[in-house]
């Protein structure tokens, strides 16, 4: 067991670095809450200069940003959604089912993590310009479903749960289905929940393949669409409302993260703990 001193001197390290991260985070929500004519004389403040929210409701009030949030709730929530369908499955196939090239398979799957996701954006983008996809939902979220590193999580989890309950229920006359569905599953909701964050917090920031796909502004995310805004030299320069569409694009994500914090950190401590 580490002695006090040791674990104190671990404290204040973890809480020094904690530190060095919120820092930023308080400096923007500071400026977001300042007005932009202060702003232009002094930025060093930790605390809002002649405080407003003026900026928010400038945001607000753009006619798109509304539909750009929407746009991102969709996209995000329905990549989260299938890609968790298909990982589970997939990985459960890989860790549970015999079937005939599976070693070839598998292999093959995880060198989808080798190849940058840039280098595949020119047949994505001509395959979706040949069935005249692009600007469309099935665009911008068909792409991202196919995730290598959610079936080799997937994967390593279901292999290392108990063979026991499968063969309990093998003879109890349970169908493949129905393990899957009623036993497997509920028992990883944990390595789920850390895997649905990780890929709602990936499709959430994404701005290349939005920015390919997606040429009409009624079919922006929120990233492309704060984005296209500092074409704007009046919107550029305003450092408040710069730092307004900072919040405004990350708050889902912090909100999410301290909603779902335990069972992102139970995730990784189980993945981490199966090596």
Not at 136 to 165: C, D, K
Not at 232 to 239: D, E, G, I, K, V
Not at 255 to 264: A, G, P, S, T, W
């Amino acid at each position: 067991m580490s002695s006090r001193p040791t674990r104190t001197i671990g404290y204040a390290i973890l809480t020094a670095l904690a530190a060095v991260w919120i820092i930023p985070l308080i400096w923007m929500f500071s400026l977001a809450l300042s007005d932009n004519d202060a702003l232009a004389r002094d930025t060093t403040n930790l605390l809002p200069v002649q405080a407003t929210t003026d900026n928010f409701v400038t945001l607000l009030e753009s006619g798109r940003t509304p539909g750009w949030l929407f746009n991102s709730v969709v996209v995000t929530v329905a990549t989260t959604v299938f890609t968790l369908i298909l990982s589970a499955m997939a990985g459960y196939a890989f860790a549970r089912i015999p079937f005939k090239g599976k070693r070839i398979a598998f292999p093959l799957v995880l060198a989808g993590l080798m190849v940058p996701k840039e280098a595949m954006f020119i047949p994505l983008f001509l395959i979706f310009a040949d069935f005249e996809q692009h600007n469309t939902y099935h665009a911008l979220v068909l792409p991202r479903i196919a995730a290598p590193l959610g079936v080799f999580i997937m994967t390593q989890f279901f292999s290392e749960i108990p063979g026991e309950f499968e063969e309990a229920a093998v003879i109890d006359g349970a169908s493949r289905w129905t393990i899957f569905r009623r036993i497997m599953l509920p028992m990883s909701v944990p390595a789920l929940t850390a895997l649905g964050i990780f890929t709602f917090v990936q499709t959430w920031n994404d701005y290349l393949w939005p920015l390919v796909s997606a040429t009409d502004p009624d079919m922006f995310t929120i990233t492309t669409g704060l984005a296209s805004r500092q074409g704007n030299f009046a919107q550029a320069s305003a450092l408040g409302d710069l730092m307004a569409q900072g919040v405004f694009a990350s708050a889902p994500l912090l909100i999410l993260f301290f909603i779902f914090q335990r069972q992102v950190i139970r995730g990784i401590s189980m993945g981490s703990g199966s090596k």
